[in-house]
């Protein structure tokens, strides 16, 4: 066999090669047994070197979609933790609007109450007298006049 026919050899070539150097090797004799083998093993460790050529190609382009999916995490958590900032200023801005609303609901409650104040007719009984608190203008306590 030539070094072309060698290099341009099938896996199926390389393996009947070394079949027939078995063979060769099973058939000889003593003095001719190791030669046999000895081809047979050259033409074993081609196709193991081979294996080995397209196990390492496939292992390398492997790394390259780990590599390739890692710098993917990396972008996708960048663009993740852009929008949990926008999220927590979402929520710092609703929390300021809540406190707001809860300080200008308490004021209405406040001018509510003074408007009640304010519209509270009471309609005084014959010798009854009036007397409002200052501090809360609903309670309004009733004296006996003398």
Do not use: H
Not at 51 to 77: A, C, M, T
Not at 130 to 142: A, D, G
């Amino acid at each position: 066999m030539t070094y072309e026919k060698f290099v341009k050899a099938t896996k199926a070539d390389l393996v009947n090669k070394a079949n027939e150097c078995f063979a060769t090797a099973a058939a000889a004799g003593n003095l001719n047994k190791p030669a046999a083998l000895l081809e047979a093993q050259f033409y074993v460790g081609e196709i193991d070197r081979r294996d080995q050529n397209r196990i390492s190609r496939r292992d390398f382009w492997l790394e390259i979609i780990v590599i390739s999916l890692i710098g993917l995490e990396i972008v996708f958590g960048y663009f993740q933790g852009r929008v949990l900032d926008r999220l927590e200023q979402s929520a710092s801005a609703t929390a300021k609007t809540l406190t707001s609303l809860a300080a200008v609901t308490e004021e209405m409650q406040k001018t509510e109450q003074r408007l009640l104040a304010l519209n509270y007719e009471v309609s005084s009984l014959p010798g009854l007298g009036l007397m409002v608190c200052q501090e809360s203008s609903l309670f309004i306590t009733l004296v006996k006049r003398t």
